[in-house]
């Protein structure tokens, strides 16, 4: 059974930093390309980035570029975001992606 948890969203203050988790199981993220999103209230979801199956290349969203970083640990078959200079407008619920597959989000607020 395929599945994904997000953690590690909270309340922090703009320029702070936060890493999110993606844990996921009845599969290998080390076979898959895996995805980042977030949507914010009353807007569409929005995808922040990616890694790609070898694990080799990133590609990320203008919005985030230079600030979110992707990366994953095989071993433990998780996923992570580490986001840093925080924005209030990165306020969001932010979810990991495989083809197929969303997990149930974890909420990111970002404000003084």
């Known amino acids: 059974q395929v599945k994904l948890v997000e953690s590690g969203g909270g309340l922090v203050q703009p320029g702070e930093s936060l890493t999110l988790s993606c844990v996921c199981s009845?599969?290998?993220?080390g076979s898959w390309l895996m995805e980042w999103y977030r949507q914010a209230p009353g807007k569409q979801r929005e995808?922040?980035?990616?890694?790609?199956?070898?694990?080799?290349?990133?590609k990320y969203a203008d919005s985030v570029k230079g600030r979110f970083t992707i990366s994953r640990d095989n071993a433990k078959n998780t996923l992570y975001l580490q986001m840093n200079a925080l924005k209030p407008e990165d306020t969001a619920v932010y979810y990991c992606?495989?083809?197929?597959?969303w997990g149930q989000g974890t909420q990111v607020t970002v404000s003084s």
């Open positions: 009845g599969f290998a993220i």
């Open positions: 992606r495989r083809h197929g597959y």
């Open positions: 995808l922040l980035g990616m890694m790609t199956v070898d694990g080799r290349d990133t």
